[in-house]
């Protein structure tokens, strides 16, 4: 059945991520009004397939061409397998997936087109979330924020806390819900802390043939080689003032700092500079959040978390200590700023991704209307 979005009121929306580690679709719903979460609903995933991911690797750093074209059908067709079958849908929030993102050169690239998707799905799909804000000289980079603020209020946060997003690159949010509106100045500072997943796997999937540190059985037996991690320690990224955001593959020659290492002490030294990353960038908050809340693959990582730990001047734990999913996290962002398009909300602004004055990104494509 086709439906107009309402205007005003709660309405269900739902997401769609597809995440720089190339894993699959994460889709989940939540109700909301733009402003505040009401609630959240049924949620579900669908994996690549080997070959499927290996389409999509090939597109990444394009920007157009045969490469990019294969990679969209793939991010099309899962899709709209993994977004059917969920009920009293009002809108569906498409985020597609990253090939290339270089938002002061090129500009960034976010596969799969809404609009088919819309027709398929027979529902309002908003998408494109990312090339206003560069367009206004933004990073277009992280925009899970906004949704961070609302998450912030919806668990009753007193104070500034973080949320820190372990997927193929970690991204950092300082979130003070003391103010009213995250459009608010000194609400947010967001930025993406560098490398987290995506060197890992890279490494174990080209040495050992695994998808990832399952647990981070590789790593607990390795030892951390301080000197490729002060190296990476001093790329000039770290020491830039955020917003700021990454292409996935930006940092991926840091795998040679570890080429002469053993596997599990080549693991431990990525999974360190990951957990050294995310301190670094720590420094930048404004005061001293009251917790580190982790969401992302990572979180399921012990070696990581405990790296973290021993790092961090705060107390880190993963997001279900709060209630909330860290498995769906993302899925439900781009839900929630969805329903902030369709109202004609920001979902970025200068503290966020560094943009000119707060901005509504996003395109919202109607079933039969094109
Ligand atoms: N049990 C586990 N042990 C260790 N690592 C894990 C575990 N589960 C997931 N991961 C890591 O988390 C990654 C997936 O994380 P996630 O789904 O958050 O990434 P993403 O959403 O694709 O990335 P991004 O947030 O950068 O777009 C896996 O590729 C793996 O490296
Ligand atoms: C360009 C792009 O797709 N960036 C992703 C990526 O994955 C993590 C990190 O880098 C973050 O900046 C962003 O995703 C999250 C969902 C965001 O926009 O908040």
Known sequence: MRKAIAKTGVVRALGAMSGTSLDGVDVAVVETDGLTIVGFGPSGYQAYSDVERGVLRAGLGHWHGAEVEAAA???????????????????????GQTLAH????????????????????????VWDFRSDDVSMGGEGAPLAPFFHFACAKYIKATGPICFLNLGGVGNLTYVDPRLDSP?????????????????INDLLQARLGLAFDKDGGVASSGEVETGALELFLAEPYFARMPPKSLDRNDFAEMIDLVTELSDADATATLTAMCAASVAQGMEHCPEPPAVVLVTGGGRHNPVLMQMLAVSLDCPVKPVEAVGLDG???EAQAFGFLAVRVARGLATSCPGSTGVRACVGGGVISVPGTD
């Open 73 to 95: 059908e793939v991010v099309e067709a899962k899709h709209i397998a993994a977004l059917g079958g969920f009920e009293d849908i009002d809108l569906v929030g498409f985020h």
């Open 102 to 125: 270089a938002p002061r050169q090129q500009g960034t690239l976010q596969v799969g087109n809404g609009a088919a998707l819309a027709e398929a799905l027979e529902l309002p799909v």
């Open 183 to 199: 459009e608010a100045p000194g609400a947010l500072l967001a930025f993406d802390t560098g490398p987290a997943n995506a060197p």
């Open 327 to 329: 498995d769906m996290l």
